[in-house]
């Protein structure tokens, strides 16, 4: 299995521009989460989904951040518009959530750079 | 909810000396599952270790073992024969059991570095 793909691995961007985060979740994996990297901040869990439906999306930061899973083998974050603090490493994790928790496979991460 | 705490945020050591990282959390749950990240250069994310709250003993893998304390709320990272591979950010992390709280808590880090 290739693991979690995200797609782009890195991201510039001028502030105001619509940013579109994508990711392939492992094939079978039933759980998929975003999380976001600062310095300053750390790891932050954004939003998680169980069989494509969102289940905790309080981490999300405000309206202008969105994240859709449509089917169970794709999944994008969506900042519109995206301003220069949103500049962060973002991750995609999935696991097989069942009835003993398994551990996360995250991707690679995309690089943001608001300007 | 719950946190993770992690002291050191900096800590280095020579080549093939054993290190310990530190790491606290708070939970009011009985069960669920701590785990050690590893984050190198090319910020992969690579587990480390993992334990499960319901067994007592500590979890081993190589040259990394854990020294999980629940009713302290403990759970260090022990790394003996350090290499110079081992040099990275770790990060300690908890899960929840229950449905509903299957995300990572995650501390905020220890960035480790081995001298040649």
């Known amino acids: 299995d290739a693991g979690v793909i995200q797609s782009p691995r890195h991201e510039v961007t001028e502030m105001g521009q619509e940013v579109t985060l994508r990711c392939k979740p492992i094939?079978?994996?039933?759980?998929l989460f975003w999380y976001r990297q600062t310095m300053m901040r750390g790891l932050e869990l954004l939003i998680y989904?169980?069989?494509?439906?969102?289940?905790?999306d309080s981490g999300m930061p405000e309206d202008r951040f969105s994240a859709k899973m449509p089917n169970a083998s794709f999944s994008t974050l969506k900042i519109q518009p995206s301003e220069p603090r949103d500049s962060a490493v973002y991750f995609c994790?999935?696991?097989?959530?069942?009835?003993?928790?398994?551990?996360?496979?995250f991707g690679s991460g995309t690089q943001l750079s608001v300007l | 909810a719950q946190t993770v705490t992690q002291s050191q945020p900096e800590m280095s050591v020579q080549e093939a000396e054993t290190v310990t990282l530190s790491c606290t959390y708070d939970?009011?749950?009985?069960?669920?599952?701590l785990f050690w990240y590893k984050q190198p250069p090319s910020r992969q994310m690579i587990l480390v270790i993992r334990?499960?709250?319901?067994?007592?003993q500590n979890a081993t893998e190589n040259r990394f073992s854990v020294n999980f304390q629940k009713a302290a709320k403990s759970f260090s990272l022990k790394i003996s024969d350090s290499q110079l591979g081992d040099t990275a950010m770790y990060f300690c992390?908890?899960?929840?059991?229950?449905?509903?709280?299957?995300?990572?808590?995650f501390g905020t880090g220890t960035r480790l570095t081995i001298i040649p």
């Open positions: 989904f169980n069989n494509n439906v969102p289940i905790d």
């Open positions: 094939s079978g994996h039933n759980s």
């Open positions: 994790a999935s696991s097989l959530i069942r009835t003993t928790n398994e551990k996360l496979f």
């Open positions: 939970t009011s749950e009985s069960n669920y599952y």
């Open positions: 992390a908890f899960q929840g059991s229950n449905f509903g709280n299957e995300k990572l808590t």
């Open positions: 334990q499960e709250a319901y067994k007592q």
